[in-house]
């Protein structure tokens, strides 16, 4: 199953599109309700809320400031709050794969509510005393190979390919190789913490799983 429909890949963009050019040129955020005015589809589940974040001069165009959460009835998004005069692309490309990241959530959240409130929780806890010392498999266990992860994080690396193909003027490629795919920090991430380089067949087995799952999504885009 695919939780993003083809018709709201314009969307997300759209919106990410405004939040960046605000922060970009020192307009700061609007009322969190006009970002939302832009898609109201997206939002029907609930709202969207804009913060910046706490570290000091992070401009927009600083990626490892970015992050988001999603409930039931809102979508939080933090972003740098400073001004940037350099390249916005990978800000636009890495904030519209993070919300569509959480549009996933609060799908899932509609209609599974008990069963994402529970595993909600478990990842919670997990986050806040095993993830700092967790090594390739844990992640795995503990973290991306849960259902409801790993699917929003596939939706979200496969946003990202469509999005640079459509930057870059290309036609959306339909099927990827991840070992091939450059420019998308959630892969990069992922590579990182599974420590690739060094995988062990769990490993292995797990990413040519999320290959798949990011193709089926290209596909049907």
């Known amino acids: 199953m695919v939780w993003t429909q083809k018709s709201e890949l314009l969307l997300i963009r759209r919106v990410c599109q405004e939040i960046v050019h605000d922060m970009a040129t020192g307009k700061g955020t ?3 309700s006009t970002y939302a005015e832009l898609a109201p589809s997206l939002f ?6 804009l913060s910046v974040s706490k570290r000091w001069g992070a401009p927009i165009t600083d990626l490892s400031v970015m992050g988001a959460s999603a409930s039931p ?15 916005i692309t990978d800000a636009e490309r890495t904030l519209s794969g993070i919300l569509c990241h959480e549009l996933v959530h609060q799908k899932q959240g509609a209609r ?18 095993e993830e700092e010392n967790a090594g390739p498999h844990d992640w795995i266990v503990g973290y991306y190979g849960t259902v409801y992860e790993f699917e ?6 496969a946003y990202e390919i469509w999005m640079t193909d459509v930057v870059s003027g290309q036609v959306p490629r339909k099927n990827v190789s991840l ?7 959630p892969l990069e991430r992922i590579k990182r913490r599974l420590q690739v ?18 193709n089926e999504a290209l596909a049907i885009w």
């Open 73 to 87: 009835s809102i979508i939080s998004l933090t972003v740098g709050g400073n001004r940037s005069k350099g390249q």
């Open 179 to 185: 070992a091939q795919v450059t420019q998308c920090e």
């Open 197 to 214: 380089n060094a995988a062990s067949s769990l490993v292995s087995d797990w990413l040519s799983r999320l290959e798949a799952k990011v």
């Open 112 to 129: 599974n509510p008990c069963s994402m409130a529970m595993a909600t929780q478990i990842q919670h806890y997990w986050v806040a005393n």
């Open 152 to 157: 929003a994080h596939a939706e979200q690396i």
């Open 30 to 32: 609007r009322l969190h």
């Open 44 to 49: 029907r589940f609930g709202k969207i809320q």
